[in-house]
């Protein structure tokens, strides 16, 4: 198991340029799937799940051609459905939240989907019946195998109609646009989660042929067509990773540029920074972070305390939220964090606590978050990280504590951070990776 070695207290400065879209890339990927024609996709981020992801492609029986490091050509021309039945399917699927992806295209193009329950973080619990119960409105069944702990999703034929979903889940939106495409008639969504990569795979359906309607809004219409052509399709930045380094900036920088960020598919986030009181400076497609000797929370006007919560898009993504507590450590003054989509995201703070941040584990979901203004500086310890992002949260906490740091299992940042130790050693940051 490979570990981080972080000598903290290195002052970074220069220009960082963000990864490509993870969850983005894990949908596109899987629209390839929906023809037989070529798909072209680049700024795909070089990342474990996205590679894990490719792999499984590949072992269903789609041509993958690499043309770059961060570009791939996909031909689902003749795919192995019996694949799907086999144990080696089944693990690989278990150990990747991502798979779940696939039902919808193969449900759409072939009828039929087995997967197996998907893993990922450990954050608490994360439901599928939004994706069920949308397969299962288009007209789909669908059966558990307790024993072997798959689904099978069954349909002769799907035909559109009207759906309410239970909850904006994005990956379930997904899932269920991709569902629908080819399906008879036409689908209405509501409640449909309209995050930017929702946005970017319903820009990318409608040029491979698709006919979708209301993009940007909680409120889909598809109208389904026979089939699918070949498309090009760029990924956009990763606006979590544009946030880990605003908060990496807000904390140990000495003057940091984020280049080519799409501002307008940031939404929130830079606000929610700079609630914390960090100055982003917004430069054309670019983020600037100045230097900051301090920053001072900002409280609401009847002056109560600060709270940042989470919430679906354009509301404040819960994957940015570890950092932004992170953040909060060393501000001056306090907030409240309410953590509503999972109930095991802010255990990490325990480990945070260790290195002296001061902070109150109200509940699962509730951390208030006493800053040091800097006077008092984190200590150095020993981590695990639990998920992709309390591990990049304690690489930030890592880089500004007074000692040298470890963090092992960084096998879970790597699923989501492409080369993190050489992009910010470039900065000036002190990063080992190790085997030991």
């Known amino acids: 198991m490979e570990s981080f070695i972080i000598e903290g207290g290195h002052l970074l400065s220069g220009t960082i340029i963000p990864q490509g879209a993870k969850n983005e890339a894990l949908e596109v990927i899987c629209a390839s799937l929906l023809t037989a024609d070529e798909v072209k996709i680049g700024n795909i981020p070089d990342i474990l799940d996205v590679k894990n992801l490719i792999r499984l492609l590949m072992d269903i029986g789609v041509e993958v051609r690499q043309t770059s490091r961060n570009e791939y050509v996909f031909r689902a021309a003749e795919l192995n459905l019996d694949y799907l039945e086999s144990p080696e399917f089944v693990q690989k699927c278990s150990s990747l939240r991502g798979s779940v992806l696939m039902i919808g295209p193969l449900l759409a193009r072939y009828g039929k989907a087995t997967v197996a329950k998907p893993g990922g973080d450990k954050i608490g619990r994360r439901r599928l019946d939004t994706h069920f119960m949308g397969f299962k409105n288009l007209g789909a069944s669908f059966k ?9 999703i069954h349909a002769d034929k799907l035909d559109g109609c009207y759906m309410l979903l239970d909850e904006a889940s994005v990956t379930g939106t997904a899932n269920i646009i991709m569902a629908s495409v080819l399906a008879n008639g036409t689908t209405t969504i509501y409640n449909a989660a309209c995050e930017p990569y929702i946005q970017q795979l319903c820009h ?44 990496m900036a807000a904390m140990v920088g000495d003057g940091i540029r984020i280049k080519n960020v799409s501002p307008k598919n940031l939404g929130i986030i830079p606000d929610a920074f700079r609630q914390l009181g960090v100055d982003v400076i917004t430069d054309g497609e670019d983020l600037f972070i100045p230097r900051l000797e301090h920053y001072e929370v900002k409280s609401f006007i009847d002056n109560s305390m600060m709270t940042l919560a989470d919430a679906p898009w354009p509301g404040l993504t819960p994957d940015l939220l570890s ?37 109150i584990l109200c509940d699962p979901h509730r951390a208030v978050v006493i800053g040091h203004d800097h006077n008092i500086r984190l200590r150095a310890g020993r981590m695990t990280s639990p998920d992709i992002r309390a591990g990049i ?10 000692g040298t740091s470890r963090i092992d299992n960084i096998a879970q940042i790597d699923r989501g951070y492409e080369d993190i130790e050489k992009r910010l050693n470039s900065l000036g940051a002190k990063i080992e990776r190790t085997n030991n």
């Open 144 to 152: 558990h195998d307790e024993e072997r702990g798959t689904f099978n």
């Open 204 to 247: 990318m359906l409608n040029r491979m042929g698709a006919n979708i309607s209301g993009i940007a809004s909680n409120l889909l219409t598809i109208v389904g067509v026979k089939c699918l052509h070949g498309t090009s399709h760029t990924i956009l930045p990763d606006m979590i990773e544009v946030g880990s380094f605003i908060g």
């Open 323 to 359: 950092v932004l507590l992170v953040v909060a450590t060393q501000a001056r003054g306090s907030v409240l964090f309410h953590q509503k989509m999972f109930e095991s995201r802010l255990f990490f703070v325990d480990k945070l606590i260790d290195m002296g941040a001061n902070i």
């Open 393 to 402: 949260a304690l690489l930030i906490a890592a880089l500004s504590a007074n």
